[in-house]
């Protein structure tokens, strides 16, 4: 499969939505969803059980990158308390604070309150344009996963995905 990371533009504006804050939610919570290209990017393979793991959904099968026993993503670091693969980190973190669900028989982005890195309908459009393609084959398994923030309800909708 060809390989589609985002230009250095869409990086950087990736990058910018990101402060950094001291909660480092994202990395704390479910595990990274990983597509091929994600683990092409971070040079794993799915059999690196240290990093890589396997699950099921509803009958699908993904992968996703390990935790630690302290529930941390196993790329965070605490120390630094920084992401070490910031630069190639798979798409589902790059989305964050946004996600997809799926009702009613359509994606809608969804937008998590407990980041507080800004979303505008230009970075929505951004988006669809570069990064979801990548994500497409994927979608209906990885927006009907479920998520503990879902359960908690601390994030508002934002309109239906343009594919
Ligand atoms: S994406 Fe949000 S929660 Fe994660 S480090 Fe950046 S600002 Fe914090
Ligand atoms: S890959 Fe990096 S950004 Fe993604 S959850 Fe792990 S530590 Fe956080």
Avoid at 15 to 43: N, S, V, W, Y
Avoid at 53 to 58: G, I
Avoid at 113 to 119: E, G, R, T
Wanted: charged share 25%.
């Amino acid at each position: 499969m060809a390989r589609t990371c985002p230009s250095n533009d869409d990086k950087a504006l990736l990058l910018e939505q990101c402060h950094h804050c001291a909660t480092h939610i994202c990395c704390k919570i479910e595990p990274a969803f990983l597509t091929p290209q994600d683990l092409e990017r971070m040079g794993l393979s799915p059999q690196d059980q240290e990093h890589v793991n396997k699950s099921a959904w509803n009958g699908f099968e993904f992968l996703h990158l390990q935790k630690r026993k302290n529930g941390k993503c196993v790329f965070y670091d605490s120390e630094s308390k920084k992401c070490s693969k910031w630069n190639s980190r798979p798409l589902d973190c790059r989305l964050f604070p946004l996600d997809i669900d799926f009702h009613d028989g359509r994606f809608y982005w969804i937008c998590y309150s407990y980041c507080k890195a800004s979303v505008t309908e230009y970075k929505l459009q951004k988006l669809e344009k570069t990064l979801l393609p990548e994500f497409t084959p994927y979608l209906a398994v990885y927006a009907l996963l479920p998520m503990k923030m879902f359960e908690s309800g601390s994030y508002r909708i934002l309109r239906e995905v343009q594919l």
